[in-house]
């Protein structure tokens, strides 16, 4: 069977069990483990940024994110599919309790969108805003760096902070050609994750500025989310950001390949954004395809009219030329 659901299936290879096995650990909530610290710092440097908070995966660090930069009752602004919006159960309810408010369509708000929104700023009857949430990639998608400034450029202009959540920000880098700081420019605080296209088994992590990571830690605690000998998993962290950066275009080349297959057979059309692979399929048909290709050896996810292949990791060369004729007989059998 290929797994191309998600790049969260990954598990760790030979290597990075090793340097799990053999990591040097401590009490990480008495910031005494020496492999998350070293994780830590190097995560921030690669950022561009003073610290960085090591979490146990990407909700927990956009959940802080959000909760050192704004109070309760006030507005944070993103797209209506962010992963902040759709997929952290509604989180920034019930831990910041902030009032989001959202946009639709391009990945990022246009200039008459945020003149708009800035408008009446201070009137009694509105909530403050706060925060301006951006995501990077956002299904695939790279957003330009000049539109991050733009966007970051305004937040501070209005005295509101940014947040980035970058989840995948290491694939827009290897897809731009710019090191990772370049993409996480210009925000006050910056998530990612180790444990999707890098392959780590566990982990995220928060950057800042030194006073918003203290307090960033703080909140960690409170969440319950302090680690002991957390080194074993920051190890395999480690390992991923230190090898497995550089292959990430592979895994964007074999998307693209397997996207032209893909797109070649009726019914179906596919794009190739980074690692991932978006295929529409006839109107309310996804469900519909995703089991004829399961029937065929090949997992997705998909739903109404759209399917999403992801390549990474353990998806190998002869993998995607499998999945593709897998596609193919399953199209000619629908
Ligand atoms: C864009 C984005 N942000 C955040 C997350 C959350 O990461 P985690 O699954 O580690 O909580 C994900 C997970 O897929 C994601 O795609």
Not at 115 to 130: F, K, M
Not at 166 to 181: I, K, M
């Amino acid at each position: 069977m290929i797994d191309l659901r998600s790049d969260t299936f990954t598990r760790p290879t030979k290597e990075m069990r090793r340097a799990m096995a053999e990591a040097e650990v401590g009490d990480d909530v008495w910031g005494e483990d020496p492999t998350v610290r070293e994780l830590e710092e190097e995560t921030a440097a690669l950022l561009g940024r003073e610290a960085a908070l090591y979490v146990t995966s990407g909700h927990m660090a956009n959940q802080l994110g959000l909760w050192v930069s704004t109070h309760s009752g006030e507005e944070v602004w993103a797209h209506e599919n962010h992963h902040l919006i759709g997929d952290e159960q509604g989180a920034a309810t019930v831990i910041s309790r902030v009032l989001p408010k959202l946009y639709s369509g391009d990945p990022f708000p246009s200039r008459e969108l945020l003149d708009r929104w800035i408008t009446g700023l201070g009137d009694v009857h509105r909530a403050d805003p706060a925060l301006v949430w951006l995501e990077n990639t956002f299904s695939g998608q790279v957003i330009p760096l000049a539109e991050q400034k733009r966007v970051t450029d305004f937040a501070h202009a209005h005295g509101l902070k940014a947040h980035l959540d970058g989840a995948r920000l290491w694939n827009a880098a290897a897809h731009l050609g710019v090191e990772p700081a370049r993409v996480a420019e210009g925000f006050d605080t910056v998530s990612v994750c180790f444990s999707k296209g890098l392959g780590a088994p566990v982990g995220s992590a928060l950057v800042g500025d030194a006073d918003t990571v203290r307090r960033a830690r703080r909140g960690r605690k409170l969440l319950g989310g302090g680690m002991r000998q957390a080194g074993i998993i920051a190890a395999g962290a480690l390992y991923a950001l230190r090898h497995h950066r550089e292959r990430l275009p592979k895994d964007h080349a074999r998307a693209a390949r397997l996207a032209d297959q893909v797109d070649a057979l009726p019914n179906l059309s596919a794009v190739a954004r980074t690692n991932m692979v978006l295929v529409t399929t006839p109107e309310g048909a996804a469900d519909r395809y995703v089991a004829a290709f399961a029937q065929e050896g090949l997992r997705v996810l998909g739903g109404g009219d759209r399917i999403r292949m992801v390549v990474s990791l353990e998806v190998t060369e002869s993998d995607v030329e499998d999945a593709a004729k897998a596609v193919a007989r399953a199209v000619a059998r629908l």
